[in-house]
């Protein structure tokens, strides 16, 4: 897997690969009216009938982003091992997508769990970077333009 860190708007981001996804947090109530989630929400049309309905388990699937679902509520604080749970999920529905081949995907998220919901990405980035709970041609971090990341 490559890892790479790139310091630009996310959605600026064009990947050369055919399979691309997008991967957030957001929490069960869908809420997603703060931070990143709320940019999702509107640049994908995230209702929540589209997120029920691509609902699976802890990740809910609309089009290519996945919605990884960290805690019950908004106002709720992620943990990282209900971080790592949806990281596991969602990397066991891309092979489902992709028939077991990992072969020329790539994966955008922000700084995943360290906006809003205050984790760090020193031990978010250990969870997605070397033990793999993703494994992907590519995985891409980005910081976000529109709120402050812990680190």
């Not at 996804?21 to 929540?48: E, N, P, Q």
């Not at 805690?71 to 943990?79: A, D, G, M, Q």
């Not at 700084?111 to 709970?133: A, E, Q, Y």
Request: charged fraction near 20%.
């Amino acid at each position: 897997m490559i890892f790479e860190e790139l310091n630009i708007d996310l959605f600026d981001y064009v990947p050369s690969d055919q399979n691309f996804y997008y991967a957030h947090c957001i929490s069960r109530d869908f809420a997603l009216g703060a931070g990143i989630a709320k940019t999702f929400r509107k640049k994908f049309a995230l209702t929540k009938p589209a997120l029920t309905a691509g609902l699976v388990h802890n990740v809910s699937i609309v089009s290519n982003v996945f919605n990884l679902i960290t805690k019950s509520h908004y106002w709720e604080k992620p943990t990282y091992q209900s971080l790592e749970k949806s990281l596991k999920e969602m990397k066991s529905l891309i092979l489902t997508l992709n028939g077991n081949n990992t072969n020329n995907i790539t994966l955008v998220m922000p700084k995943i769990g360290c906006g809003l919901d205050r984790l760090s990405w020193h031990n978010v980035k250990k969870m997605i970077k070397p033990k793999t709970t993703i494994t992907v041609n590519k995985s891409c971090s980005f910081g976000n333009p529109l709120a402050t990341y812990a680190t």
